[in-house]
């Protein structure tokens, strides 16, 4: 995480130095985990996100996108409508770091030097995510879920979002983002051996996901850009 942190610090100081324009901000929202505990259902917020973002503007269309976010990642079976789950009454709560690099696509132009004319457009983003977890592991004796240290781990995020203009230099955005992890054990329904009585559960065939639901607010800086070779 460290690295990736530095790395992006650079590049985005590197990128001021030229004529092009850069957004910086926050992003608020909720969090919740699709897996072998809890609820299944896609779009259920249950915790918090927060973190910052930033952007440069590549051309009207496309945008390189760099975000640190920190969530909380809990899920149980009591919230499942799911009867099997409600009596097997697993559950979790963990936090999760997650540091994201990629490129960012504008449905319609969104040229923010068009004078009076505020745009707007939805928007998708991906990439590539790495990101740091609390883990657990199901004790066999206890029939529970355990904090059983934590790893790193890669994500394919998928988002959606619409964004607009609401001032000459400011950005809001609303975005529903899912992560494809790849790994089976944020639950710890596969924590891949049996030492100390853990056990698997679940289904082993699907990784896990979480979903990030929310608000990002961007600042705009830098001189208007040339986007006429792109």
Known sequence: MRDFIILTLTLLATLTGTSQTYEVGVYAGGS?????VGKS????????????IAKWNRSARHAFRASVLFANL???DADSNDSRRQQRGYEFSGTLIEGSLGIEYNFWEFDMHQGFDKPVTPYLYTGFTYFYHDSFALDAIQDALVSADSEWNLAIPMVIGLKAMVSTKFVLAL???ARYTFTDNLDGSYPGNADNNYANFGNINNNDWYMFTGLTLTYTFGR???Y???
């Open 32 to 36: 919740n985990f699709i897996g072998d």
């Open 41 to 52: 259902n896609y779009i259920a917020p249950n915790a918090v996100v927060f973190g910052g």
């Open 74 to 76: 809990e899920a149980s």
């Open 175 to 177: 975005e529903l983002g």
């Open 224 to 226: 208007q850009p040339c």
């Open 228 to 230: 006429c070779g792109f």
